[in-house]
């Protein structure tokens, strides 16, 4: 769900910047930067992250077809036009983010993570231990996981009702919407065929 999710918000920002896009030259090269920043900085994660994550042969090969198939994939649909460089960076960016998590060690956390703290009869002390636990017991990696995976579930619930919402109404000679979709011809043509 995660990866569906991720894949939904990059075609979504996608459409918005190619509508922004025809705004004008600032925004395009806006977007533009911000794609180049998206790039560079996917980039430079894979490079940090490559040494914890390229353990064995298996793993590293992996690796490469992994970022192999992304620019594989991107490069096809450059020449097809059917992405734009918002989406291929925004996918960039989470090949990066699986990378990361892929090479972190759970075992190298240390320090004050098994610490106990006791609960007090008072609501606060409560509040307070338990934002302590999850800042100082709970990996980094994790939070900022789950914190991922909690926005782009969000921001896949908008969208996931607009598709197709409007899909018709564009369309010439479709008056009410829904009623003139391939559905409702396709119905027609079955029910005029069983009558002839």
């Not at 994660?45 to 090969?61: F, H, K, M």
């Not at 060690?105 to 009869?121: E, F, Q, R």
């Amino acid at each position: 769900m995660e990866g569906l999710s991720s894949l939904l918000v990059a075609q979504k920002l996608g459409r918005i910047g190619r509508e922004l896009a025809g705004e004008g030259e600032s925004y395009q090269f806006g977007l533009l930067v911000a794609s180049a920043v998206a790039y560079v900085g996917a980039a430079w994660r894979i490079g940090a992250s490559y040494p914890s994550v390229a353990t064995s042969p298996l793993s590293s090969t992996l690796l490469g077809a992994t970022v192999t198939a992304f620019i594989f994939l991107t490069v096809i649909g450059f020449s097809l036009r059917r992405t734009n460089v918002i989406e291929s960076s925004a996918l960039a960016l989470f090949l990066a983010y699986n990378i990361w998590l892929c090479g972190f060690d759970v075992g190298s956390i240390s320090g004050p993570s098994s610490s106990y703290a006791p609960l007090l009869s008072n609501i606060l002390p409560h509040i307070q231990t338990l934002i302590n636990f999850v800042a100082n017991t709970l990996p980094k990696p994790v939070l900022f996981a789950l914190a991922y995976r909690l926005t782009v579930l969000h921001l896949a619930s908008y969208i996931l009702p607009t598709i197709g919402a409007d899909s018709w109404d564009s369309e010439d000679g479709v008056d009410d919407g829904w009623n003139g979709g391939p559905v409702r011809v396709s119905f027609f043509v079955i029910v005029s065929g069983f009558e002839g």
